[in-house]
């Protein structure tokens, strides 16, 4: 009788197991489910307007509208004297013995007059693309720039909504699982604020891209982004 019981226990442990699981994982869903407002599809960013002088812009820190970037003077420094020690603080430099590596290439990149210039960059196969407050520039892997320095809303059709703003907050980035090109912005100088997203049409960056503005709720202030197997996945920095 006893063989039988332990026999049946060791049988049901795996559906307990499953019954359990299940019941611990909670299902995220979102509040609201948005489509963008606007799709089009780029010329070629080599065939872009090149810009040779930026100008001077130091009002784009201020246009956000985010008030709590102001210093609060209330705000004190916590007491560290007063803290307990933490056993996982690094003390002392980490070194590696990089042998004999060094960097394969080192040139100059873009230049920027705004304040702050947002400097952002990635890597692919056969480029680096970098982008600053508020222009784009592409190297190949030898440094040789292949397209712009050029406004960075003109990797967007003009005709998109909010497409007409160059207001900046770059982020590009490199999605090895589609072999594609990521780069999103804000538009915030009209009356109303979008989120722009494209995504090249290929691997190649100078060539066209799929563009797409959705309409947000106050600015998505610094923006970041994830890539994963099913989507690119945003959070911000959104005010009430």
């Known amino acids: 009788m006893r063989k039988f019981k332990l026999l049946l226990l060791i049988l049901l442990m795996p559906m307990l197991l499953f019954y359990f699981s299940a019941q611990g994982q909670k299902k995220i869903t979102p509040n609201t489910v948005k489509t963008p407002i606007g799709f089009a599809i780029s010329n070629p960013l080599s065939e872009n307007p090149i810009i040779t002088d930026v100008e001077l812009q130091t009002e784009e820190f201020y246009m956000n509208r985010h008030r709590d970037r102001i210093l609060d003077p209330n705000i004190t420094p916590p007491d560290f004297s007063s803290m307990p020690e933490d056993p996982n603080e690094q003390t002392k430099q980490g070194w590696i013995d990089n042998g004999t590596k060094a960097l394969n290439l080192n040139f100059a990149g873009q230049n920027s007059g705004s304040y702050p210039p947002d400097c952002n960059g ?83 960056p100078t060539g066209t891209w799929y563009s797409w503005s959705y309409d947000v709720d106050d600015t998505p202030d610094y923006m970041k982004f994830g890539i994963w197997q099913d989507g690119y996945y945003m959070a911000t920095n959104t005010g009430n």
């Open 122 to 204: 990635t890597v692919g196969p056969n480029h680096y693309f970098q982008v600053v407050n508020t222009t784009y520039a592409i190297y190949n892997k030898s440094g040789t720039l292949v397209a712009g320095p050029s406004a960075l809303n003109s990797i967007f059709d003009s005709g998109l909504p909010g497409a007409g703003c160059n207001d900046g907050d770059p982020i590009v980035l490199w999605d090895e699982h589609a072999n594609r090109w990521f780069y999103s912005e804000f538009s915030l100088c009209g009356s109303n604020d979008y989120m722009l997203i494209a995504v090249s049409t290929s691997s190649d």
